[in-house]
């Protein structure tokens, strides 16, 4: 049976390899297994699609997260789960989708955060290396900023839980905001 919850937009921010896209999958799952209506927008496959024509500068970046804040409140209007997993380094860009889906539902912050060691270790897509190697330019964290959310709802330590305990730290955050 599907369930109805309330709008919300969960939108990880990290960097790199941090843990985003792992632990929104995982949450995803656990969501779904009770019959919720969820929706993943994830930036290296929106990059591929709805935000391919851009890159990686400032303004690019801006963007890009824009275009999907576009989206992910028209899916929290709708009541869907929507879990975002966007690098987002600047914090104004955070904050511009945070005013702009908390119109329409909730908004919850989860700061990604493990150590940019283990990130840079972990190196999931090998873009560390390349980055070190000065191949990619604008490489948040090794050559563009990453801003550190000042008072997120949740802060992940990656490097410390597995990722089933991260996605409970999300599930139980929803419930006792009265979101599930
Ligand atoms: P991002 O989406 O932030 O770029 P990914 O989810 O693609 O990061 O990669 C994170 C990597 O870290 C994966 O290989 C994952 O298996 C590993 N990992 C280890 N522990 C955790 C954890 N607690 N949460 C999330 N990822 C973890």
Redesign the pocket.
């Known amino acids: 049976m599907n369930k109805r919850a309330k709008g919300v937009t969960v939108w ?1 921010t ?13 949450v995803e799952k656990r969501l779904a297994e009770q019959g919720y209506y969820t929706q993943r927008l ?3 496959i929106v990059r591929e699609k709805l935000t391919g024509d851009l890159g990686f500068s400032k303004e690019d970046r801006n963007k890009n997260i824009e275009r999907n804040t576009f989206v992910a409140k028209i899916l929290t209007d709708n009541d869907v789960i929507t879990l975002c ?1 966007f ?1 987002s380094p600047y914090e104004s860009a955070r904050n511009y989708a945070k005013k702009e889906i908390m119109q329409v539902g909730e908004f919850v912050e989860v700061f ?1 955060d ?1 150590p940019l060691e ?2 840079e270790k ?1 190196d ?2 090998g873009l560390y290396k390349k980055a070190r190697e000065g191949k990619i330019k604008n490489f948040t964290g090794i050559s563009d900023p990453y801003e550190k959310p000042k008072k997120p709802d949740i802060t ?12 409970q730290i999300v599930i139980d955050h929803l419930k006792k905001r009265g979101i599930l």
């Open positions: 990880f990290g960097l790199s390899g941090a843990g985003k896209t792992t632990v929104a999958l995982e994830d930036g290296d997993s690098i990604v493990p283990v990130c972990r999931v897509k992940l330590k990656t490097d410390q839980e597995t990722v089933k305990e991260s996605a």
